[in-house]
């Protein structure tokens, strides 16, 4: 939708597209509002299975340097990469939709194999080979967008803060 309202000017931020004025301002605080909260409940599960891994349920203070360790990687890994959306382009389309298409399929036909009928398998085979092509053009696509620059790399002096 965004592409469709504001054509070849749109911002890879979308945020970045919306006029001045009270309302977008609001927009802007609920999305940094959502995010502020959403980033700890995303890794929960990371910091979890790393004090698991490490042992450092025990040790609060070894616990506290690994979820400090996560923070600033993934800060570093947002500073240093030069197009963010681009990246996030080539893990959406590698593992949403291995995550989203073909893994369920595939776990559909192998744990209920005994039970499918005739038309349950064409639709899993059908969802996966959907999954399968749409996963190699994205992933194609965002591998192009990455290596050859297809992508346009906005200036940051030219981003709006609120």
């Known amino acids: 939708c965004g592409y469709m309202s504001f054509g070849h000017t749109t911002k890879q931020i ?3 597209n919306l006029p001045d004025g009270m309302v977008p301002n609001i927009v802007r605080l609920c999305l940094s509002f959502s995010l502020f909260f959403t980033y700890p409940v995303m890794m929960f599960p990371v910091v979890k299975l790393l004090d698991k891994k490490f042992r450092s349920t025990d040790n609060l203070h070894r616990s506290n340097i690994m ?10 890994v947002i500073a240093v990469v030069p197009n963010f959306s681009l990246l996030m382009a080539f893990v959406g389309s590698t593992c949403c939709t291995l995550l989203g298409f073909i893994l369920p399929a595939l776990f559909h036909l192998k744990i209920f194999k005994e039970t499918l009928t005739q038309k349950e398998k064409i639709w899993d085979y059908t969802i996966l080979v959907i999954g399968v092509i749409g996963g ?13 620059g297809d ?12």
Not at 67 to 76: A, F, N, W
Not at 137 to 144: E, F, G, H, V, Y
Not at 151 to 162: C, L, R
């Open 67 to 76: 979820r400090i360790s996560l923070v600033l990687t993934t800060y570093v």
């Open 151 to 162: 992508a346009v790399v906005e200036n940051p002096s030219s981003t709006q803060g609120f």
């Open 14 to 16: 979308i945020t970045l």
């Open 136 to 148: 190699i053009i994205s992933t194609l696509d965002a591998l192009q967008r990455m290596f050859i």
